[in-house]
Each structure stands twice: as structure tokens, then as C-alpha cells.
Nanobody
Framework: VQLQAFGGGLVQPGGFLTLSCAAS????????IGWFRQAPGQEREGVLC????????LYRDSVKGRFTISRDNAEDMAYLQMNSLKPEDTAVYYCAICGFASRVIVAPYNHWGQGTQVTVSS
């Protein structure tokens, strides 16, 4: 199982950024895929999770209306569109196999890949 996030960078508050996730080594279209983030000194947290068919999405409250997730099962890719970015969105972002609960959770059989740094600062 490999999930590699890329596309991060430095963006000003109020700006936008799109992250991409390349998956390999498993049946991508059989599993829910999500985005997680970890800010310095904090625990990793779930941000969004999209079902295998894309018909169900779970959002973290703090990103509702600003972030969207999508997936391309033909290409084994997932995307995170981030709008109206805030300094508190600064973190390393990871894509992962996720699950649906009262919040976005990581699947027990996920393997963490390399994340991508997003810095929101003026």
C-alpha cells in the first residue's frame, strides 16, 4: 500500500491550493480515501474522507465550505481542493485509507506515506 501526497506549498491567507494523492499497491476503487493533517506539536487529525464511489463525504467541521475532496478511480488519484485558507490550516497533509465514524478516522490497514507541507502565511 502506497499513498503519496504532493502539491503543497506556501500560500497567503485567503488563498487556495490543490493537493494530489497518488495511490498504488491496492485496489484503490474498493476503499474510502481521505486526507489527514498534522500541525507542529499536535496529533494527526482527519480532514475529509470520500467513499469508494464518491457518493459520501465526511468533513471535519473546521473545513466545511472551504475544502473539497474528489477522486479519479480510473487513475488511482485523489485530490484536495482547499479554498479560503487560514493560518491554522498550516500542517503536513497526508492522504490515507480512511473510515467513516463520528469523525474521519484512519483505516487500521493504512500505511502512512510521505506527506506534503502546506504553510498559510502572509
Amino acid at each position: 500500500v502506497q499513498l503519496q501526497a504532493f502539491g503543497g506549498g506556501l500560500v497567503q491567507p485567503g488563498g487556495f491550493l490543490t493537493l494530489s494523492c497518488a495511490a498504488s499497491g491496492f485496489a484503490f476503487d474498493d476503499l474510502a480515501i481521505g486526507w489527514f493533517r498534522q500541525a507542529p506539536g499536535q496529533e494527526r487529525e482527519g480532514v475529509l474522507c470520500i467513499s469508494r464511489g464518491g457518493d459520501r463525504i465526511l468533513y471535519r467541521d473546521s473545513v466545511k465550505g472551504r475544502f473539497t475532496i474528489s477522486r479519479d478511480n480510473a487513475e488511482d488519484m485523489a485530490y484536495l481542493q482547499m479554498n479560503s485558507l487560514k493560518p491554522e490550516d498550516t500542517a503536513v497533509y497526508y492522504c490515507a485509507i480512511c473510515g467513516f465514524a463520528s469523525r474521519v478516522i484512519v483505516a487500521p490497514y493504512n500505511h502512512w506515506g510521505q506527506g506534503t507541507q502546506v504553510t498559510v502565511s502572509s
